[in-house]
């Protein structure tokens, strides 16, 4: 019996892991029993959101020798590849509010990976680059993110991977 750290709506929680007699994994609780979701693992949401979680679990510990987050490492990789892209249009390609978005280019810029510079056409605009240490720190970063991606790509096929990701931009896209 392994106890493993499993996050249910935002709870963690150590569970016992065992594997039953199909040869599938299942959670227990402390006394014994198999843990019942009852319908809740075949909730799309909660499938996805477990395995974003895992995800998201093993490439901080992938990045963090290198201190970055999935947001920090995003962020570089998108100035990186959108030379004069402003704090706004980064937060609305991630997703995120523009304070959020301000918090993540303060801290890289603390760091001296980001500068921010005011725009010659419009003056109200910042528009962010690397830094030379934001470009090597990046470099090692996506060295790193290579590792992270492909132990997870291991656990299918190509054909299955490709549709996968049809599945997931079918999703992305309904908004």
Same mark, same amino acid.
């Given at each position: ?17 065992? =594997?039953?007699?199909?040869? &599938? /994994?299942?959670?227990?609780? @402390?006394?014994?029993?198999?843990? !019942?979701?009852?319908?809740? %693992? ?32 995003? =962020?570089?990789?998108?100035? &990186? /590849?959108?030379?004069?892209? @402003?704090?706004?249009?980064?937060? !609305?390609?991630?997703?995120? %509010? ?32 690397? =830094? ?44």
């Amino acid at each position: 019996m392994q106890k493993t750290p499993v996050c249910a709506w935002g709870m963690i929680e150590s569970m016992n892991k065992m =594997t039953n007699n199909t040869g &599938k /994994e299942e959670l227990q609780l @402390s006394s014994g029993k198999p843990v !019942s979701l009852k319908g809740l %693992d075949e909730l799309l949401g909660y499938q996805l959101k477990r395995a974003q979680i895992i995800l998201q679990r093993d490439f901080l510990e992938t990045l963090a020798p290198i201190g970055l987050t999935q947001r920090q490492g995003a =962020t570089l990789w998108l100035i &990186k /590849e959108n030379p004069a892209i @402003s704090q706004s249009e980064l937060a !609305s390609v991630l997703l995120m %509010d523009r304070a959020t978005m301000l918090v993540i280019i303060d801290k890289l810029s603390t760091r001296g990976l980001v500068k921010r510079k005011r725009s010659e056409v419009d003056r109200r605009r910042h528009e962010l680059c690397l =830094t030379d240490e934001g470009e090597a720190l990046l470099a090692q970063a996506k060295e790193l993110i290579k590792g992270h991606e492909q132990r997870f790509k291991n656990l299918f096929t190509k054909d299955e991977l490709a549709t996968f990701f049809k599945f997931l931009d079918v999703i992305a896209n309904q908004s």
